[in-house]
């Protein structure tokens, strides 16, 4: 089986290390992938979170698309109810303008981050309640193509640079929501596999049956975002799969703290409950082992889910074995280096 493959970036920030080291870690595999032919490269939006040092995709784009060549770049997503439409427009519209053809804007409709910290960003307790997703989704779009109705208020706005065109827009989902609102837009659907995987099938198949062709795209077209850790060894990459499992039960134990290492998860006291939700999550949620086994599971879930493009996230305390990866992935499905 052959598909796309991609990478969605966390920029983890690892036990022992800083954020700042995470993001140059973000550019330096960024390069890598780009060089291997890896099609995209998206970071997600995350806010207070000591594990996670993308908290402004925007700027962490720029500088990846000035550093490779031949990458996609983009959001995975911007928050959308975090951001006033106009803003995410003339960013997106900016990073178009300096990096043309190479942009995507993916959009999310969670806040990325707890609700004290959403309040932060909002500035308004009802906006944490409000069902206006579909609303700015709208406004969005309308700054994106310049064609408010001649009655809308903002008709009389343009995003600035306006001699350019727009990204590609993206809608990101874990629901069926989600889905049925990326089919009736007819724009592409990234369904978050390592977030809700249980929901990853009738998602999609969903997206794909409803699709209303437009002037965004005349066919359906889907990510999706898996979860996976490949090393040497099935053994090896097990190991480096704990380190996951710890922050997970941090995580849910309300605490974000940074990723830690595999000595770390194999010194913790686990409880028999911290342990069941461990191996639950590692069950239903990662693909982990060596360059084999990970192809076998990989492609066993593009068959079931009928995705058209797989994008991974790959959790790993060391850089130099997450970048290692990334490169088995790419051995293993054949892609072509760039330049070869």
Not at 122 to 146: G, I, Q, T, V, Y
Not at 148 to 163: L, V
Not at 167 to 196: D, E, K, R
Not at 267 to 277: G, K, L, S, V
Request: with cysteine.
């Amino acid at each position: 089986m052959s598909f796309p493959l991609s990478v969605l970036d966390l920029s983890p920030v690892s036990s022992g290390s800083t954020s700042a080291q995470a993001l140059r870690n973000s550019i330096a595999l960024a390069q890598v992938v780009d060089r291997l032919g890896y099609t995209r490269y998206w970071f997600a939006e995350h806010h207070n979170m000591p594990s996670i040092a993308s908290s402004v995709p925007e700027i962490m784009i720029g500088q990846v698309a000035r550093e490779t060549t031949h990458l996609r770049v983009g959001s995975g997503g911007v928050m959308l109810p975090n951001h006033p439409p106009l803003k995410i427009a003339e960013t997106f519209r900016m990073l178009e303008a300096l990096y043309p053809g190479r942009i995507d804007l993916g959009i999310g409709r969670a806040p990325g981050t707890d609700p004290l910290t959403a309040f932060a960003l909002r500035r308004n307790k009802d906006a944490l309640h409000a069902n206006d997703f579909p609303d700015h989704l709208s406004e969005l779009m309308a700054f994106a193509a310049d064609d408010f109705p001649s009655e809308h208020p903002f008709r009389a706005i343009t995003a600035m640079p306006n001699d350019v065109g727009f990204p590609t827009i993206w809608l990101l989902g874990s629901s069926a929501t989600g889905s049925q609102m990326a089919a009736s837009l007819g724009v592409g659907y990234a369904f978050a596999h390592h977030i809700n995987p249980e929901n990853a099938v009738a998602a999609l198949r969903g997206y794909r049956e409803h699709f209303k062709p437009s002037k965004y795209l005349d066919r359906p077209y889907s990510i999706l975002t898996v979860a996976l850790i490949c090393a040497e060894t099935t053994k090896e990459a097990e190991r480096l799969a704990s380190s996951v499992a710890l922050s997970i039960v941090r995580l849910r134990n309300g605490q974000p703290l940074p990723f830690p290492s595999p000595e770390e998860a194999a010194a913790y006291p686990y409880t028999p409950a911290e342990r069941a939700q461990a191996e639950a999550y590692r069950k239903s949620t990662q693909i982990v082992g060596d360059p084999a086994t990970v192809r076998s599971q990989l492609d066993r879930l593009v068959a079931v889910t009928g995705a058209d493009e797989v994008m991974v996230a790959t959790l790993i305390h060391s850089h130099e074995a997450r970048v290692r990866s990334y490169e088995l992935l790419a051995e293993v499905y054949g892609l072509e280096p760039v330049g070869a």
